[in-house]
């Protein structure tokens, strides 16, 4: 789960983290509101959304007067903002953060993730922060600072001074990262965070270091343990079809494709789609619906892949190992009637009352298409996208 600029810099503030003062708005006339709290002359107004890249999308403005603050209010709230990371859609911007503009001297970039291969945190770092850090990592990835914690000991004071040293910094300025490094700790670690973010951090006039940006992503398998956390979630900044997804407890994500594909079984699914890409077709979605699926779940699942309406037709790859075909097969009937489906549908059962199973949906005197082999069902479900005989 992701959160917004505003929302992770209150977390940052909480840790002892250094953020620019700053006020939400939610109308233009909230942002003169803001601006006149904060005070001063100049602002900056920035566009609240689940995505990287605002600036180069004119999402991030500095105004120098009222009358600027609220043409781009006006501009920003209720527009969708597309950045190099949200694609041609874009992202609706509901609010905009209003916040004190800092003097810079130097832009630096400070990170933590998890490192699954080395199973550790990771502290990654550079010189070049800002907006095309991504283009430095894969153009200079020497300007990359990689740092490893231990697992039992955690992060080290020797080890901030070793980040310190490498982005050129000295006396109070070494200190102050060292503080912020183990603030980002202690967060990451408090929230069940999966990367916390600053880009940039920046080396103000005045010498002092401030997160000028915050992002801060949540592993959602923990979520259940941090209730406060998950209220922030804003599902106007996710996918329509994945949050309804979420609400039934399927997993799904959408690609661009054109074969819908419901599948139980992250790995099983993650086969399915080779073998459609195999067949020379393209998957529209991922969508798992797990090992002890029902046949609401499964209902609910085919309406999800038809609301996608490049769907050309469907593949359903069951494996009967806990869940019992004769179930799916219930409901793969019930949400066929119901969604009176008019693209070409392949299912393909085995396992557990896998015979059962297919002998429903064959009865069923709907228009389905059965196959017990894997690679024949793709092969089939490519042709019937194409419009070619199966």
Known sequence: MNLHEYQAKRLFADFGLPVPKSQLAGSVGEAVAAAEVLGGDRWVIKAQVHAGGRGKGGGVKLVDSFSALRDEAARLLGSRLVTPQTGAAGLPVRQVLIEQPTGIARELYLS???????EQLAFLASDAGGMDIEAVAASEPERIIRVRTNTAAGLQAFQCRYVGFRLGLRGQQL????QIMFALQRLFLDSDASLIEINPLVVTSDGDLLALDAKLNLDDNALYRHADLAALRDIAQEDAREAAAAEHQLNYIALDGDIGCMVNGAGLAMATMDLVKLHGGEPANFLDVGGGATAERVAEAFKLILSDTKVKAVLV????????????????IQ??????????????????HAEQGLALLNDSGLDLLTEQDLDSAAGQVVCAARGEPV
């Open 112 to 118: 933590v993730l998890i490192d699954r291969q080395a």
């Open 175 to 178: 200190r102050q990262l060292q």
């Open 317 to 332: 790859n069951i494996f009967g190992g806990i869940v019992r075909c004769d179930l799916i097969a219930e409901g793969i």
């Open 335 to 352: 949400a066929v009637k119901e969604t009176r489906i008019a693209v070409p549908v392949v299912v393909r059962l085995e396992g557990t």
